[in-house]
């Protein structure tokens, strides 16, 4: 019997802002995992003061933590995800670096929507790019530190698979649209998030847009992405992985 029981994860948590919080509440009503920790202000300033060993980190804070994480994780092994968004390409390749020696799950958006909304874009957009615009439109509260959002940039890195664009982010002065993709950001309010690809050909439009109606699809996404995490081997992971290849490997 003793030998079925599943050990309890340990999480330690970096930030404690609108994020953080819903992630320690969705930890704390779900099975098999318990919140060890917060880094935060209030809390504790590094992963170090936690007490104990944890099994896994979930980050949803400020590029300024990067080092602190991928520190601690190389150091005591521990499986991270990193759901911050905004990191320098020098801070990716950290990120992509540190996958090599524990696992890690990365990426700018835990949703269902927003993983499959990758799929179709991988499927559609050879077939539409030589005779349809494209145009990224993002939209979030007025709160939001970063811009373009990180999904506006994954859902961009899946249109651009196959063949690169000169890229405009928002779009001002005289002249005709260029072979180019623009890539606009809105902020306002309390809009949880709002993503949409724009194909615009002549004399038909094909849109496509994903909402969050609330910011507990991506705590929900980060908690699953941490179970995954922490029975995987050293890799990048993203969501297609979590929600669609889900064995652990020995
Ligand atoms: N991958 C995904 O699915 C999602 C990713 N995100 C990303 O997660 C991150 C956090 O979002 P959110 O919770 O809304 O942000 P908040 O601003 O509400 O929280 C950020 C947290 O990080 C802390 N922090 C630590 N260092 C810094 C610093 N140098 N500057 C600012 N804050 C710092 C803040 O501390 P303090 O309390 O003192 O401000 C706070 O605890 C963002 O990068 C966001 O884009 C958000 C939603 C979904
Ligand atoms: O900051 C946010 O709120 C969000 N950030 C992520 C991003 O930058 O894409 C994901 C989500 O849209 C909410």
């Known amino acids: 019997m003793e030998k079925d029981r599943q050990e309890t994860l340990k ?22 995992v318990e919140c060890a920790g917060i880094v935060s202000p209030e809390y504790n300033s590094e992963l170090g003061q936690i007490g104990g060993k944890l099994d896994v980190i979930i980050d949803f804070s400020h590029p300024s933590n990067l080092d602190m994480i991928v520190s601690y994780a190389e150091k005591n092994h521990t499986p991270v995800v990193f759901a911050t968004t905004g990191y320098s390409a020098e801070q990716i390749k950290e990120i992509e670096q540190l996958s090599q020696t524990v696992p890690v799950v990365y990426t ?80 306002g309010g309390t809009i949880a998030g709002e993503h949409t690809v724009l194909f615009a050909g002549e004399d038909e439009i094909l849109e496509i847009t994903h909402q969050a109606h609330s910011r507990q699809i991506f705590a929900t996404g980060a908690v699953q992405a941490a179970k995954f995490a922490a029975g995987q081997n050293p890799d990048l992971y993203d969501m297609n992985d979590v929600l669609f290849k889900k064995e652990v490997t020995e």
Do not use: C, W
């Open 108 to 187: 700018a958006n835990f949703s269902l929507g927003i993983t499959v909304f990758q799929q179709v874009l991988r499927q559609i957009t050879p077939v539409l790019r030589d005779v349809f615009d494209i145009e990224i439109i993002e939209k979030h509260h007025k709160m939001k530190l970063d811009s373009p959002s990180g999904t506006a940039k994954m859902l961009l890195q899946a249109v651009e698979e196959g063949r690169e664009y000169e890229k405009k982010y928002g779009r001002e002065g005289f002249g005709k649209r260029g072979d180019e993709i623009g890539i606009h950001s809105v902020r």
């Open 11 to 32: 999480i330690g948590l970096v930030g404690y802002g609108r994020m953080g919080r819903l992630v320690k509440e969705t930890i704390e009503k779900t099975s098999g």
